[in-house]
């Protein structure tokens, strides 16, 4: 592996002699890695700023009630 001087390479070898075949397998996952981690990233600076669960209207509405017995008490708790 080459690399500029000042350069740091990817990932070393420190023990055992991998194949070829096995340091491009290696560097295959490690990139796919990288490029899901900088996708997902982007994916979420897009998105904006994460919204507050304290925002959220949907979280204010509760169940409609249901008639019948004991539907007085069921009223006054939470679905």
Avoid: H, N
């Amino acid at each position: 592996m080459s690399s500029e001087p000042g350069e740091r390479p990817l990932f070393s070898v420190l023990s055992g002699r991998p194949s070829a075949e096995e340091l491009a397998a290696l560097t295959a996952v490690v990139a796919a890695k990288l490029a899901a981690r900088q996708r997902a990233a982007a994916a979420q600076e897009a998105a904006g700023p994460a919204r507050s669960a304290w925002l959220d209207r949907a979280a204010l509405t509760r169940a409609p009630l249901r008639p019948g017995p004991g539907a007085w008490r069921r009223s006054g708790r939470p679905a």
